[in-house]
Structures are given as C-alpha cells and as structure tokens.
C-alpha cells in the first residue's frame, strides 16, 4: 500500500515537473502561432503580466508592474498639454454611440487619406495581410504641395479643403480613398471645417489674396510665433498658425513654406511642430502640436523649466500612455494608430541618428582625450 502511495506521489511529482516545463516561457516560444488548448496560459508567469493598476504619482499614467518609473514622464520632468476632447461626430464614431461605428472603426486609416494634409512617404510600406499590422522600410518622409492646385480637376490633400462647395470637396475625397461613405466623409469634412485651426488659418488667410495676386506663400512657423521678424510683414495678424507671405523673406530653416500655385512636392521637417498634425488630422483635429527640439523640461519641485529638452521618445511616450480618468483617444484608432506609431518610432530614430551625426567630432575627440590619457 504504501509503495503505491509513494509511487503515485512520484507520478504527480513528475507530472507537475512536466507541466512547469511546459509552462516556461521557452516552451511557448511562438506558440501564439501554435495555440494549445491544453496549457494555462493565464497561470503562467512569463506571460501573465498582471494588472495594469502602478499609478505614476506625477502623471497619472498607469504603468504594469516591471514597466520602469520613468518611462511616463521621466518621474516629471516631462509635461505635455493633454489632447483636446475630439468633437462630433467623430467622438460618437470611435466610442460606440454612432450608426457607423463599426464600418468606421475597419477603415480609420482610409478615412484619415481622406483628409490629411500632408502625404505620407517611405520607400515601401506594407499594410496588407489579415492581422492590422503597418511596416515601412527606408526613410519616412511627409510631403506637402501647393495651397492651391494647377486646375480644379487636379486638387489633391491640403487643395481639397479649398474648392469651395461641399458635395464636390466630399466626391474628391471619396473618389481618393474607395470605401468610405459619402455621407460620412461630408459630417467629417464640415466638422474639420469648423474646429481645425489649420483649414481655418489657410482659408482666412486665402481671402486676404486678391485675385490677381499668383505670388504669394504661406508658412507655419517652427515656433508658435515669428523669431526675430517683424510682425508688421505677416499680412494675417489674426491667424495663429499660418501666416500669408507677400513679401521676400528669410525664414527659419525648419519653418513649411507652402507656395500659392507651385504644385511641387516639398519635404517637411519631422522636427516641426505641425508635422503630425497636418498628417493625422482626424487623430489631432484641434490642431495639438506634435514633437519639436525645444520643448523644456520641468523641475517637478520648483516647476520651472529646466535646461535639458524633451527628447521625441519622451514626447512620445507621454503622448501614448493611458491615464486615471483620461480617454487617449489616439488609442482607439486602430490601424491608423498602427501608421502613427510606426511613424513616430522612425521619427524617433531620424532623432537618436541625427544626435549621434552632430556629436560624432565630440564623441572622438573625447575618446582620443582618455585613450590618451590612458597612455600616460
Ligand atoms: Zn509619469
């Protein structure tokens, strides 16, 4: 009797062992492509990762437990305005409370082509396949054209906002992007009308071009205001973001210039302040700035700007994170969010690049410094 306890306690001991093994995370190596109905995989440690309830005591952001202190806001020394509350109808779209929530929710990405301003560029993208996945390969890159295109036929991104009657802007957009609803794109067309400050500055500002004028140029600065410039020579005081050129002047070099009738392509700066929101105006329809190189950081204490900027990976990551009592919108738009981020990361990328480019001669003379002085 007792050798068939002993042995039968045996058994089970092997059989935990045996089932530890499966557990481990070596095991489950791929297997989400190999699904087992026989493992537990919610009782699994390495890939149970808990609750999401860490609450940073600066931001508010809600962290997982092994996720580091710093990575919400740098423990506050980062602090962003939070984005504005989306109006409707697209706020009804992506909670649920619209008609054509789901249609919408399957085709974000269509629907954003519909109205950027801007177009998105890599050397290839990929998108296709079942899972909402977005990859790109070479350098991403934004391109803007002129305000107003050649002939009427022609318009295209920011140009559309400006043809003047509503049916026909709507038909250029859906004609672009097959799919949507027209009835749809018409709600979102006047919403963005109404709340954007960029299609509200352009279209204030074109009317201030008289009809005879051809040479004319609008910019959105790097900085919210002009740098060591006159106002005077800005014909629209009144706009905030776009600003009617009619004079020769220098301008900074990160600064969009987008010419009245040149319908030549233009690269823009990923450092520029508009640059995600000319490009994803569904995702930042108020107009909210994206990352830029001068944006201080804070002493949590004193909360006084400090020196040291934010870097484009600690904009970003306080941009994404998801907040006690705080909707992030941008969470909800899923394949167009799967773009955002891929797009962000390679700006991130262009950044750390960049940094490593413009310190190389530091970084060298500071290794000749101390394998020099290690000679000694
Ligand atoms: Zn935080």
Known sequence: ?????????????????????????????????????????????????????????????????????????????????????????????????????????????????????????????FNEGYMPTFKVQGQVYHLVGSVLPASKEEAQFLQIYFIGEDNVEADFRCKNSPGVKNALVKSLQLMLHESNPYVKDFKTALKRVSKNCSQFKMVIHANKKPVRAHRGRYNAPQANEVALVLVDQQFEK???????????????SELHRSYDALQYPLMFCHGEDGYTIDI????????????????????????????????????????????????????????????????????????????SRCYR
Not at 254 to 268: C, F
């Open 296 to 371: 201080p950081k804070i002493d949590p204490v004193s909360k006084k700007n400090v020196k040291k900027t934010v870097s484009a990976l600690d904009f970003y990551s306080f941009r994404i994170m998801l907040r006690e009592n705080v909707w992030n919108h941008l969470h909800y738009f899923r394949a167009l969010f799967s773009q955002f981020l891929v797009d962000m990361y390679a700006k991130i990328e262009t950044e750390r690049l960049n940094f490593i480019r413009l310190n190389q001669k530091k970084a060298e003379s500071r290794k000749l410094h101390t394998s």
């Open 1 to 125: 009797m007792l050798g068939i306890v002993r042995k039968f306690k045996l058994q089970k001991k092997t059989q935990q062992k045996n089932t530890k093994s499966a557990h481990s995370w070596k095991v489950k190596h791929n297997s989400a492509f190999l699904y087992d109905l026989n493992l537990a995989y919610n009782s699994d440690k390495s890939v149970d990762i808990g609750i999401m309830n860490k609450r940073c005591s600066f931001c508010g952001a809600l962290k997982w437990k092994e996720e580091s202190k710093g990575m919400c806001c740098k423990e506050g020394k980062v602090q962003l305005p939070s984005l504005k509350t989306l109006p409707d109808p697209l706020l009804s779209l992506l909670n649920g409370n619209h008609p054509d929530h789901t249609h919408f929710m399957g085709l974000t990405r269509k629907y954003n082509n519909c109205f950027q301003m801007t177009s998105f560029g890599a050397t290839k993208v």
């Open 254 to 268: 990160r600064d969009i210039i987008i010419e009245g009738y040149n319908n030549q392509l233009k690269r823009i």
